[in-house]
Every structure is written in C-alpha cells, then in structure tokens.
C-alpha cells in the first residue's frame, strides 16, 4: 500500500480519558477514577454534567446501551450530582496535574460548569443540533470540543456558525457502542480541517486500545478520547466500551511510542500488525457520511422539539410545554431544533401526547 501521509514526523495527541458517569454518583470512586487516570496516561479527565430532564422525557423507555437496554430516564436521574460534586473534580484534576473537562447537556448543566470557572466544555454528538445550548455556549464566551458522530456536514456548519469565533476544536466519531474500527473513515480528519479550519481529533469508542488511535496519527488527530473505568463490568453505561486502567496505559504507551516516527513507518508497522487491508478499511475514502452502525440513529439520539406534557388542541406552545430532547427508540421524533422560534407562541392543531415529537401537522397556522 502507498504511503498514507507525507513522510513527517507524527506527534502524540492530547488523550482525554473520558470518564463519563462512570462514578455511579459516588465521589470516592470518582476521585479514584482521576487518580487513576492520571496515572494511566492522561492529559485530561472527562466528566457529564447529567439532569436527566435536560435529555430525554420520562416515557423514552427502554435504550439498547452495551450493557443491555436500560431504563436510561431513570439512570440519568440516579446520576444527577449537582454543581459541587463536578467543582470538587475540577478541583482534584488540577491539584494532580491534569485538565478537567465535563459536556453539559442542557442551559442549566452548562450555567453551572461556566459558574464554577470551566472554559471549554465538550458538546457529545446528540447535542451537536442543540442549536440554543451552542448559542449560549458562544455568547457567554466558552470554548467548545464538538461530536460529529451521527451527523452530517451540513449539521456540523450549522453549529459552528451558531458557535461563531473561538478555539474551538471538532472530534470525529461514529455513534456506535462499540463502533466498528473498519467504520472510522479517518480521512476525514484532513477534511474536516481543510473545510473549518479547526484542529480535529477523534472519539474512538471502537475496542481496540491501539488500532484506530495509531491510525489517527497518520492523519494528524489532535486530541484523542476513550471511555475510561476503573472496572469494565462496573455497571457504568459505558464501562462495556471502556478502557481499564490497564488498557488506558497500554494506549498511552503506544502513542507515546510513535511519536516522532516518520508517518511512513508507523503505516507500515500497523499493517504488518493489523493487516494492510484493514488499516486501509480504517482509513476509508475520507467522504462523509453516515456509518452504517449509526445511520439508523440519525433524527433520533440528536435534539427535536418534543413535547414535555400532554398539549391540548388549542393550547399556546411555550417553554414550559416543549423542549429540544433526544427522541431514542420509542418516541416519535419532532421539528429540528432550528424551527423553535418559530413554534414558540403559536397554537396546537391537535391534541399532542407527553413526549412525542412535535410536527408541523401539529401547529395551528
């Protein structure tokens, strides 16, 4: 196979261990996780800011996670922590040496992270279209790390032109726990950065401690971001894709390793570990567009107008009605959150349930 990239010499990119809620709420085991973290490799460790009513409505049922499908409502509830436990990590990042980084997922999680000092904050790709986080993002001057899994480019230039100026940076994925490494596509990297003008990096949620990681040194990833636990059968909703410390350090020492090489070298060390085939697969044809793993969620885990309570033929749609949520499996998804004000103030044709996404045969004109 011809070499991938020009013959320079690659350098490690910022790993960011993303610890998600992997803590079950118990702050003990979340200062465990940075120690350990830190210790592993780390530059960063990763936090959700979680309320459950800022993601999805209370009827969503059932979500099929890696570990099986989950009553998620309820599991966000149980994660809530409050604005205190995310400053004590904050806090705990720093003291070890170390950046803290958390995604909120809604105005109120994200007023509390700017109010207790943070910066930047990581936007996960269901909320990529949740155009009134984005713009209060932008005006109270916050920096954001964006997920472009389940999007597609015209997603992806909506929000930066909601985000507008910053040191903003893009993480490619694909929305799949676990996501095929062959699904990657990881020439995209260059893309992105030629299109935005923006460093790219990748959120790898693939298995592989090492495969799509050293892959995306090849096509200058910046920042690199795995799931990481203390315990892989921990219970967490992401701990069935996670890194354990272990694992986390065997990524690190691997980047590490190939940092300075020329990029000449390492393509061909990958294929003689991986195969020449599949390293290819993981490259891919740098076009974007949907991963098969994670084209059916598309309109689905990203924001709509849904419904917060039953509304009833007549009925003024306001804030306290409606609300940009995930839609998920069972509930019909709505309107793009582009369209809420121009659904704000007006009149329901028809009765709407609790929960059900809001469509256009559903507003009195």
């Known amino acids: ?4 990239p020009a013959n320079r010499s690659l350098r490690s990119p910022y790993l960011i261990a993303e610890a998600g809620t992997s803590h079950g709420g118990d702050l003990s085991r979340a200062l ?14 990763k936090f959700q800011h979680v309320y459950a009513d800022e993601i999805i409505h209370p009827r969503t049922g059932l979500v099929p996670l890696p570990g099986g499908d989950t009553p998620l409502y309820e599991v966000f509830r149980s994660l ?8 004590r990590l904050q806090e705990e990042a720093q003291a070890r040496g170390v950046d803290f980084l958390c995604t909120p997922f809604g105005l109120r999680s994200l007023s509390e992270l700017i109010e207790g000092g943070v910066k930047r904050v990581k936007i996960a790709s269901p909320e990529l279209n949740h155009l009134p986080l984005l713009r209060e993002a932008a005006t109270r001057g916050v920096d954001c790390i964006l997920s472009t899994g389940v999007s597609r480019l015209g997603d992806i230039e909506e929000a930066l032109a909601v985000l507008g100026e910053g040191s903003h940076m893009l993480m490619h994925c694909v929305t799949s726990y676990p996501a095929p490494p062959e699904e990657y596509n990881l020439r995209l990297l260059p893309l992105y950065g030629r299109l935005f003008g923006l460093p790219v990096g990748i959120s790898d949620h693939s298995l592989d401690p090492e495969l799509v990681p050293l892959c ?3 096509v200058e990833c910046r920042a690199l971001e795995k799931h990481f636990t203390l315990d892989t059968s921990g219970g967490g ?4 894709v996670a890194l354990d410390p272990e694992g986390f350090s065997t990524l690190a020492r691997a980047l590490k390793a190939a940092e300075g090489l020329p990029a000449e070298e390492l393509q061909e060390s990958l294929c003689k570990q991986f195969g020449e085939k599949r390293i290819e697969a993981v490259l891919g044809d740098g076009r974007k567009i949907l991963a098969p793993s994670e084209a059916s969620n598309y309109g689905r885990t990203n924001r709509s107008i849904h419904a917060l309570t039953r509304i009833e033929a007549g009925e003024t749609l306001r804030e306290g009605n409606i609300a940009l949520l995930r839609t998920e499996k069972i509930l019909t998804p709505g309107l793009h959150p582009r369209y809420l004000p121009h659904v704000l103030g007006r009149k329901a044709e028809r009765r709407i349930e609790a929960g059900e996404g809001l469509r256009w045969e559903d507003i009195l004109r």
Not at 1 to 4: A, S
Not at 32 to 45: L, P, Q, T
Not at 237 to 240: H, I, K, Y
């Open 237 to 240: 909703l992401d701990d069935p």
């Open 32 to 45: 465990e996780i940075i120690a350990a973290a830190v210790e592993s490799g780390a530059d960063c460790v």
């Open 1 to 4: 196979m011809k070499p991938d």
């Open 80 to 87: 809530e922590t409050g604005p205190e436990f995310l400053a």
């Open 216 to 218: 995306g040194m090849l």
